[in-house]
Protein backbone atom coordinates (compact mmCIF):
# COMPACT_ATOMS: atom_id res chain seq x y z
CA UNK A 1 0.00 0.00 0.00
CA UNK A 2 2.77 2.50 0.84
CA UNK A 3 4.42 1.68 -2.32
CA UNK A 4 1.51 2.58 -4.74
CA UNK A 5 0.80 5.35 -2.13
CA UNK A 6 4.29 6.70 -3.73
CA UNK A 7 3.74 5.76 -6.95
CA UNK A 8 -0.12 6.22 -7.90
CA UNK A 9 0.36 9.79 -8.08
CA UNK A 10 3.95 9.62 -10.61
CA UNK A 11 1.73 6.91 -12.83
CA UNK A 12 -1.47 8.99 -12.88
CA UNK A 13 0.47 12.16 -13.76
CA UNK A 14 1.90 9.80 -16.52
CA UNK A 15 -0.98 8.91 -18.12
CA UNK A 16 -2.86 12.27 -18.09
CA UNK A 17 0.64 13.60 -19.85
CA UNK A 18 0.47 10.74 -22.65
CA UNK A 19 -2.97 11.36 -23.26
CA UNK A 20 -2.67 15.16 -23.35
CA UNK A 21 -0.60 14.62 -25.62
CA UNK A 22 -2.39 12.24 -27.79
CA UNK A 23 -4.98 14.56 -28.10
CA UNK A 24 -3.42 17.38 -28.80
CA UNK A 25 -1.79 15.35 -32.18
CA UNK A 26 -4.60 14.23 -33.22
CA UNK A 27 -6.24 17.70 -32.98
CA UNK A 28 -3.32 18.75 -35.01
CA UNK A 29 -3.65 15.98 -37.67
CA UNK A 30 -7.38 16.93 -37.78
CA UNK A 31 -6.75 20.60 -38.50
CA UNK A 32 -4.42 19.50 -41.62
CA UNK A 33 -7.34 17.28 -42.89
CA UNK A 34 -9.53 19.62 -42.39
CA UNK A 35 -7.84 22.55 -44.62
CA UNK A 36 -6.91 20.04 -46.91
CA UNK A 37 -10.71 19.38 -47.75
CA UNK A 38 -11.47 22.58 -47.78
CA UNK A 39 -8.76 23.36 -50.39
CA UNK A 40 -9.62 20.13 -52.16
CA UNK A 41 -13.11 22.14 -53.02
CA UNK A 42 -10.89 25.33 -53.97
CA UNK A 43 -8.66 23.69 -56.14
CA UNK A 44 -10.95 21.68 -57.88
CA UNK A 45 -13.81 24.74 -58.28
CA UNK A 46 -16.47 23.20 -56.78
CA UNK A 47 -16.38 25.93 -54.32
CA UNK A 48 -18.38 28.05 -57.12
CA UNK A 49 -21.28 26.36 -56.73
CA UNK A 50 -21.55 25.43 -53.51
CA UNK A 51 -20.93 29.15 -52.62
CA UNK A 52 -23.71 30.44 -54.91
CA UNK A 53 -25.76 27.52 -53.16
CA UNK A 54 -25.56 28.99 -50.02
CA UNK A 55 -25.21 32.47 -50.62
CA UNK A 56 -22.31 32.64 -48.12
CA UNK A 57 -18.94 34.27 -48.67
CA UNK A 58 -15.74 33.14 -49.16
CA UNK A 59 -14.73 33.31 -45.96
CA UNK A 60 -18.01 32.12 -44.00
CA UNK A 61 -17.54 29.12 -46.29
CA UNK A 62 -14.19 28.71 -45.86
CA UNK A 63 -14.33 28.98 -41.60
CA UNK A 64 -17.38 26.90 -41.90
CA UNK A 65 -15.96 24.25 -43.79
CA UNK A 66 -13.22 23.75 -41.29
CA UNK A 67 -14.82 24.09 -38.14
CA UNK A 68 -17.38 21.64 -39.33
CA UNK A 69 -14.15 18.70 -39.69
CA UNK A 70 -12.27 20.37 -36.62
CA UNK A 71 -13.72 19.21 -32.89
CA UNK A 72 -12.40 22.11 -31.24
CA UNK A 73 -14.90 24.36 -28.78
CA UNK A 74 -14.78 27.95 -30.10
CA UNK A 75 -13.31 27.20 -33.56
CA UNK A 76 -15.16 29.56 -35.29
CA UNK A 77 -14.14 32.51 -33.00
CA UNK A 78 -10.25 31.51 -32.58
CA UNK A 79 -9.85 30.35 -35.97
CA UNK A 80 -7.75 32.97 -38.73
CA UNK A 81 -7.19 32.35 -42.53
CA UNK A 82 -4.69 33.66 -44.65
CA UNK A 83 -5.16 32.83 -48.37
CA UNK A 84 -2.70 34.71 -50.64
CA UNK A 85 -2.68 34.11 -54.34
CA UNK A 86 0.67 34.16 -56.17
CA UNK A 87 1.21 35.73 -60.06
CA UNK A 88 3.53 33.18 -62.64
CA UNK A 89 6.73 35.02 -60.98
CA UNK A 90 5.35 33.82 -57.41
CA UNK A 91 4.95 37.12 -55.90
CA UNK A 92 1.94 37.42 -53.85
CA UNK A 93 -0.41 39.70 -55.98
CA UNK A 94 -3.31 38.96 -53.32
CA UNK A 95 -3.21 38.65 -49.33
CA UNK A 96 -6.43 37.92 -47.21
CA UNK A 97 -3.87 39.01 -44.36
CA UNK A 98 -4.05 42.69 -45.61
CA UNK A 99 -6.39 45.17 -43.94
CA UNK A 100 -9.39 45.13 -46.19
CA UNK A 101 -8.51 41.70 -47.76
CA UNK A 102 -11.07 39.55 -49.08
CA UNK A 103 -10.67 35.83 -49.33
CA UNK A 104 -11.20 34.94 -52.77
CA UNK A 105 -11.56 31.21 -54.67
CA UNK A 106 -9.07 31.95 -56.69
CA UNK A 107 -9.64 31.17 -60.57
CA UNK A 108 -8.35 28.38 -63.00
CA UNK A 109 -4.51 27.84 -62.74
CA UNK A 110 -3.41 29.99 -59.89
CA UNK A 111 -0.72 29.08 -57.30
CA UNK A 112 -2.55 29.84 -54.00
CA UNK A 113 -1.33 29.22 -50.38
CA UNK A 114 -4.24 28.88 -46.92
CA UNK A 115 -2.75 28.82 -43.81
CA UNK A 116 -5.08 28.59 -40.77
CA UNK A 117 -4.35 28.61 -37.24
CA UNK A 118 -6.52 28.26 -34.63
CA UNK A 119 -6.48 28.08 -31.01
CA UNK A 120 -6.52 25.01 -28.36
CA UNK A 121 -8.01 24.98 -25.01
CA UNK A 122 -5.39 23.74 -22.01
CA UNK A 123 -5.96 20.79 -19.97
CA UNK A 124 -3.90 20.43 -16.98
CA UNK A 125 -0.47 19.38 -17.50
CA UNK A 126 0.03 21.61 -20.96
CA UNK A 127 -1.10 24.59 -19.15
CA UNK A 128 1.13 24.08 -16.25
CA UNK A 129 4.67 23.27 -18.93
CA UNK A 130 3.67 25.92 -21.38
CA UNK A 131 2.18 28.58 -18.88
CA UNK A 132 -0.70 29.68 -21.40
CA UNK A 133 -4.14 29.28 -21.63
CA UNK A 134 -4.51 28.07 -25.04
CA UNK A 135 -2.30 26.49 -27.74
CA UNK A 136 -2.34 27.88 -31.02
CA UNK A 137 -2.24 25.08 -34.00
CA UNK A 138 -1.12 26.21 -37.37
CA UNK A 139 -1.83 24.13 -40.73
CA UNK A 140 -1.02 25.23 -44.05
CA UNK A 141 -1.51 24.04 -48.12
CA UNK A 142 0.08 25.29 -51.13
CA UNK A 143 -1.50 24.54 -54.40
CA UNK A 144 -2.36 24.97 -57.52
CA UNK A 145 -6.19 25.23 -58.88
CA UNK A 146 -6.48 23.31 -61.92
CA UNK A 147 -7.96 24.22 -64.74
CA UNK A 148 -12.04 24.17 -64.56
Known sequence: AIEFAILAPVFFALLTAIFEICMFVYTNTAAQRAVEDAVYHMRTGNVYA???ASEE???QWLR?????SLSVSGCLSTLT???????????VFADSSQPGGVIDAGASGILMR?????EVPNLVFTDAIFGTDNLTITSGLTFMTEPY
Open 81 to 91: IQVEKFDTNYD
Open 57 to 59: SAE
Open 64 to 68: REICE
Open 114 to 118: VETTV
Open 50 to 52: ELL
